[in-house]
C-alpha cells in the first residue's frame, strides 16, 4: 500500500494558489474555508490536491463520502444509470426507480410504515420537514421547538431553526416566526449548572415542559420538536442518555411531532444507520441528506404513513428530487453499507478513535471533553480544564498544522476538532491520522 500522508510541496503550493486566485475573483466568498487545499480527487480515505500532495481525509466532504472517494460500486451505478435515465420529475410523472430505491431506503430506517420525499439538500430536507410538520396539524399549530448550538440548514426556513452561530443568521431577521429556542444538554457545559449527565438531561426537559409550556405557549400549539440526535455543526454533542427518549414522551403527551435531523450523523456513521437508533427512539420525522447519495445532491425525509398522508396533492413538491442518477448512487452507498458491514465498522473504529483521545486527555491539559458515537467524534479544546476556558486560536492552528502535515480535519462548535472519516478507513491509516494529530496536540499542549 501506498505510504500516506505523501506532502510534496508545502501546500498551498503554485497550481492550489492558482486556483484559490480565480475563486476569489469569480465565487461570492460567504465561505469559511479551513485551510487553503485545493482538491483534485480522492480514492478511499485518500484525497489528492492539485499540487500531488495526498492527505488522510478524516473529513469526508463534511461527513457525505460515507463510502470514500471514487468507490468502485457508486461510480458504476451512477455511469449505469447515466446511460438508462438521466432526469424526468416526480411532480408530474413516475418512473420506477424513484419505489425501488424508496423500499431500499425504507428497510434502513426506524420509522416502520414510512414514506419518502426525495429533495435535494439538507437545507431542503428541512424546509419540507416544517412544512409538513405544520401542514400535519392544519395550520393550527405555528409554534417549533429547537435547541440552541443546532444547525439545521441556511435557507429562510431552516436558518429559522438554526442557532449554532449568531453569526449565521446576522442581517438575515426576520426569518420564519413561531420558532422557540431551548438549551441542548452540552453536559460538558450544562447550561443548567450542573456536571451531572443526568441531571442536564432532565433539567432541559424540565425546562421545556415546566417553563415553556406553561409560561410562553400551550403545548397545544406547538407543531413539533426538531433536534439532532448528536449536535454536528454546534460541536459533536452528544446528549445524556434520558434526553432522547424523554424528548419522544414529552412529544408523545402533547402530540407534538418529533423531527430527527440526521443530515449529518446518519447512514451508518454512528455505529447505527441513524444515530437516534443509539437510544432506540423512534422519530415521526428524520431528515437526511449528506451522505445518502454518495456525493451527489440528494435529501430525503422520510415520515410516517399517517402524517406523509396529510400532505394533499398540490402541498409540496420539486422539480429535481429523487434525481434516479443519485437514486443509484444512493441504492448503491445502502447495498455496500450492508455488504460491507459498515455500521460495525464505523462503531469498531470508533471506539478506537476514543480510546486514543481520551487516554490523550489524561496527559494534556489542552483536552477538554472527548465525545462521539462511532466515527462522529468531537474533541473539545481548552486552554486550562479548571476554567474550560475555550482554546479557539489553538484549535486553528492544531487544524493548519495539520493540514501541512497531510491530516485533514476541521473544528466544530467553539473549539472542537470534528473527526468523521469514511467509514471504510484503513485501520492502520486512521491510526496514523489520529497519532499525527495527538503528536501535533502534544507540541500545542505545550504553548499554552
Ligand atoms: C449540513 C447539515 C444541514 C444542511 O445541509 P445542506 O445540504 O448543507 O443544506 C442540516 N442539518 C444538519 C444536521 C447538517 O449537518
Known amino acids: 500500500m501506498e505510504r500516506v500522508p505523501d506532502i510534496k510541496v508545502e501546500p498551498p503550493g503554485p497550481e492550489a494558489r492558482n486556483v484559490i486566485e480565480k475563486d476569489q475573483k469569480l465565487l461570492m466568498q460567504s ?35 460515507a463510502l470514500g472517494h471514487n468507490h468502485p460500486k457508486v461510480v458504476e451505478a451512477i455511469k449505469r444509470e447515466a446511460e438508462k435515465l438521466q432526469h424526468y420529475s416526480l411532480t408530474d410523472f413516475y418512473y420506477e426507480e424513484a419505489v425501488t430505491s424508496a423500499e431500499k431506503l425504507l428497510s434502513v430506517v426506524p420509522i416502520k410504515n ?19 410538520a405544520r401542514y400535519y396539524h392544519e395550520g393550527k399549530r405555528q409554534y417549533i421547538i429547537a435547541f440552541l448550538g443546532a444547525f439545521h440548514g441556511r435557507t429562510m426556513g431552516s436558518l429559522s431553526l438554526t442557532a449554532s452561530k449568531a453569526h449565521y443568521r446576522e442581517h438575515f431577521a426576520p426569518l420564519v416566526p413561531g ?15 450542573t456536571d451531572d449527565p443526568k441531571a442536564c438531561g432532565e433539567a432541559v426537559l424540565g425546562y421545556i415542559e415546566d417553563w415553556i409550556f406553561t409560561k410562553l405557549v400551550e403545548p397545544s400549539e406547538v407543531a413539533a420538536i426538531f433536534v439532532e440526535p448528536i449536535q454536528g455543526e454546534g460541536g459533536y454533542i452528544v ?9 419522544r ?63 394533499k396533492k398540490g402541498s409540496h413538491a420539486n422539480t429535481f428530487g429523487g434525481n434516479p442518477i443519485a437514486l443509484a448512487a444512493m441504492e448503491a452507498v ?50 486550562n480544564k479548571k476554567t474550560k476556558e475555550p482554546a479557539s486560536k489553538e484549535l486553528g492552528r492544531i487544524l493548519d498544522k495539520s493540514f501541512k502535515k497531510g491530516v485533514l480535519v476541521i473544528g466544530s462548535g467553539v473549539s472542537s476538532i470534528r473527526i468523521a472519516p469514511p467509514l471504510v478507513i484503513d485501520e492502520d491509516v486512521l491510526a496514523r491520522a489520529i497519532q499525527i494529530l495527538g503528536d501535533i496536540l502534544k507540541e500545542e499542549n505545550k504553548n499554552l
Not at 179 to 193: A, E, K, M, Q, S
Request: hydrophobic share 45%; glycine share 10%.
Open 179 to 193: 420558532v422557540i429556542h431551548v438549551p441542548y444538554p452540552y453536559t460538558y457545559r450544562c447550561p443548567f449548572n
Open 239 to 247: 446528549p445524556p442518555d434520558n434526553f432522547l427518549p424523554g424528548l
Open 249 to 311: 414522551k414529552l412529544a408523545d403527551k402533547y402530540n407534538i411531532l418529533l423531527v430527527d435531523d440526521e443530515v449529518q450523523s446518519g447512514i451508518a456513521r454512528t455505529g447505527k444507520w441513524f444515530a437516534i437508533e443509539n437510544w432506540n427512539v423512534v422519530p415521526d420525522i428524520i431528515a437526511m441528506a449528506k451522505a445518502i447519495g454518495g456525493g451527489l445532491p440528494l435529501g430525503a425525509i422520510v415520515a410516517k404513513d399517517n402524517v406523509m398522508d396529510a400532505m
Open 114 to 132: 414510512g414514506k419518502v420525499f426525495y429533495t435535494n439538500s439538507g437545507t431542503e430536507s428541512i424546509e419540507g420537514a416544517l412544512k409538513i
Open 334 to 383: 445502502i447495498d455496500t453499507i450492508k455488504e460491507e458491514k459498515l455500521t460495525e465498522r464505523a462503531a469498531k473504529l470508533g471506539d478506537m478513535v476514543l480510546r486514543y483521545f481520551n487516554d490523550l486527555k489524561e496527559e494534556l491539559e489542552i483536552i477538554g471533553d472527548v465525545r462521539g458515537k462511532g466515527l462522529m467524534i468531537g474533541v473539545e479544546l481548552v486552554k
Open 31 to 65: 465561505y469559511v474555508r479551513w485551510y487553503p487545499l485545493v482538491i483534485k480527487t480522492g480514492h478511499g480515505a485518500v484525497v489528492e490536491d492539485v499540487d500531488g500532495n495526498k492527505y488522510i481525509d478524516m473529513n469526508a466532504g463534511i461527513a457525505v463520502m
